[in-house]
C-alpha cells in the first residue's frame, strides 16, 4: 500500500512538472505576442517622431532670426525637437559625406542654412504635414519645405498592417493555448477520475471536490508564469545587452505589462480549464467513466 502510494505521488508529479512546462510554453508564445504589440506601438511612435522636416531658410536670415524663429516654432504644438544647421556646418557635413569642398569649384557656399523639425507622432501623418507646411511657407524667412510624406505613409500603412496581424494572431493563439492548456490539464483529472467518483459516493459536494483541483490549477498558472517571465525576462536582457539603443523602445512599462499579462492568462487559463475538467467528471454517470 505504501509502495502504491508513493507510485501515485510520483506519477502525480510528473503531471505537475509536465502540465507546468507545457503551460509555460504556451504562456511564453502569448507573451512574445503581448511584448509585441506593446513595443510595436513605442516602435511606431519612434520612427515618426524621427522622420525630420527641413525648413530651407532665406540666404537673408541673419543667425540671430533663424534662432528667434527657432525659438518661435519650438512652442509649436507639433514640435518635439527643432536643430539649426548654419550654411558653414551644412557645407562641413556635405564635404565629409562628397569627400570635397563644391565651393572650391563653385566659389560659393551652395548650401542654406536650414531647421530639421522633428514632429511629435501624432503630426507625423500625410494630413497635418501639409497644413504644417503651408504654415511654414507663409513665413518671409521659409524659402521652401521638405519631408518625405511617402515614406511617412509607407511607415504608417506598414505599422497598421502589422498590428492587425499581432492581433489576430494573439487570438490565434489564445484559443490554440486554451486547447492544449485544456486537454494537459483534462489528462491529469482523468487519472483521478476514479477518486472523484469515490468521494461523490460518500457525499462530498462538488465545490469540496473541486478545490484541490483549482488549488493545483492555482498553482500551476502561477509556477508556469513564472517560468514564462524568466524565460521572456532572459530575452530581453539579452537584446539591452547586445543594443543598449534598444531601451528606448523597450521601457519598464511594456515589461511589467507583459508580465502581468503572462500572469493573467496563466491563471484564468489553468483555473478555467480545471474547472471545465472536473465538472465533466463529476456529471459523468458512473458507468461511462470506464468507457473513456
Not at 512574445?32 to 510595436?40: A, I, M, N, P
Request: hydrophobic share 45%; with cysteine; charged share 20%.
Amino acid at each position: 500500500m505504501k509502495r502504491r502510494r508513493e507510485k501515485t505521488g510520483r506519477r502525480q508529479g510528473v503531471q505537475l512538472v509536465t502540465l507546468c512546462i507545457s503551460t509555460a510554453m504556451v504562456l511564453v508564445l502569448l507573451g512574445l505576442v503581448v511584448f509585441s504589440v506593446q513595443t510595436s506601438r513605442n516602435l511606431s511612435q519612434w520612427v515618426k517622431e524621427n522622420l525630420t522636416v527641413t525648413v530651407v531658410l532665406n540666404d537673408e536670415v541673419s543667425v540671430g532670426d533663424a534662432k528667434q524663429f527657432q525659438q518661435d516654432l519650438i512652442h509649436r504644438p507639433f514640435s518635439k525637437e527643432i536643430h539649426y544647421i548654419s550654411r558653414e556646418q551644412a557645407l562641413k557635413e556635405q564635404t565629409e559625406a562628397m569627400g570635397s569642398d563644391p565651393s572650391e569649384f563653385l566659389g560659393m557656399n551652395p548650401f542654406p542654412a536650414t531647421l530639421e523639425l522633428q514632429l511629435h507622432s501624432d503630426y507625423a501623418n500625410a494630413d497635418s504635414l501639409v497644413w504644417i507646411g503651408e504654415e511654414l511657407r507663409k513665413n518671409p524667412k521659409v524659402t521652401d519645405v521638405a519631408y518625405q510624406v511617402d515614406l511617412m505613409d509607407s511607415v504608417n500603412r506598414n505599422l497598421a498592417k502589422l498590428n492587425i496581424l499581432l492581433l489576430v494572431l494573439a487570438v490565434l493563439l489564445t484559443f490554440i493555448s486554451f486547447s492544449l492548456i485544456n486537454n494537459t490539464v483534462r489528462l491529469s483529472v482523468y487519472s483521478r477520475r476514479f477518486l472523484i467518483h469515490t468521494m461523490k459516493l460518500v457525499g462530498a459536494s462538488w465545490g469540496f471536490i473541486r478545490r484541490p483541483f483549482m488549488k493545483q490549477g492555482l498553482l500551476v498558472g502561477i509556477l508556469a508564469a513564472l517560468i514564462a517571465i524568466i524565460v521572456l525576462g532572459s530575452g530581453v536582457y539579452g537584446l539591452y545587452y547586445y543594443e543598449p539603443g534598444i531601451q528606448l523602445i523597450i521601457t519598464w512599462r511594456e515589461l511589467v505589462i507583459t508580465a502581468l499579462a503572462v500572469l493573467v492568462f496563466g491563471l484564468v487559463i489553468t483555473l478555467t480549464c480545471s474547472y471545465i475538467s472536473v465538472n465533466r467528471f463529476l456529471r459523468m454517470p458512473p458507468g461511462e467513466l470506464y468507457k473513456i
